[in-house]
């Protein structure tokens, strides 16, 4: 067999198995292991759970350096040390004041409760039967691989659901970080790699 016919065999081979060869970037060390998808879907687990649970510190530690900002700025962090304000006191409306300056309060208003603005959620889980598969960059987004999770949502009166979404992990430093999240469609789910449509037309 001559050079190039062998070359093109080996080059059939790595496409068939989904090998890659080892990249030369220091950046991309996260890619360079034969099977990236464990850590990756790892990452992608750890980024939703914390996003559905409202923990944004932990969800933007683990996104993208060029999305970084502006998931602090959608998603304003708590500070390290919380203030020491004081408690707030009832608030009270003055009813009558005589003249000689007593005045009759009324019975402090009861403070109002805010209602939970989440739903109750299940884990966070890669989705069985969809794997986990590489993305082409695009003109917002580095390469990457589609990470597809699955969880259940239920708000308070109403039936229980599977919700279905996509992350593009990029490797960063050896690290993967969350570049892209977009939810998955109905329609997304009749092609062979739901992930990857659902980011090819991710808003995010």
Do not use: K
Not at 27 to 35: F, L, S, V
Not at 164 to 177: D, H
């Amino acid at each position: 067999m001559t050079r190039p016919r062998r070359l093109a065999a080996v080059v059939l081979v790595l496409a068939l198995t989904g090998c890659t060869p080892a990249l030369t970037s220091t950046d991309d060390a996260a890619t360079r292991h034969e099977n990236p998808t464990a850590a990756a879907e790892n990452t992608a687990a750890r980024y939703l759970a914390a996003a559905l649970a409202g923990d944004w510190t932990t969800a933007c530690a683990l996104t993208s350096a060029p999305r970084l900002a502006d998931c602090h700025t959608r998603h304003l962090t708590p500070t390290a040390t919380p203030r020491a304000d004081p408690e707030p006191t009832p608030s009270r409306v003055p009813l009558l004041i005589y003249a000689d300056g007593r005045t009759v309060y009324s019975s402090p208003r009861p403070t109002p409760t805010r209602p939970d603005t989440r739903p109750r959620t299940g884990p966070v889980r890669p989705d069985p039967g969809r794997p986990t598969v590489p993305v082409p960059g695009t003109s917002r987004h580095a390469s990457g691989w589609a990470v597809l999770l699955t969880h259940t949502s239920q708000w308070p009166g109403r039936p229980q659901r599977t919700v279905r979404t996509a992350l593009r992990l990029v490797p960063e430093v050896g690290q993967w970080r969350v570049d892209q999240r977009a939810d998955v469609s109905d329609t997304d789910l009749t092609v062979p790699f739901p992930a990857a449509a659902a980011l090819a037309g991710g808003p995010r």
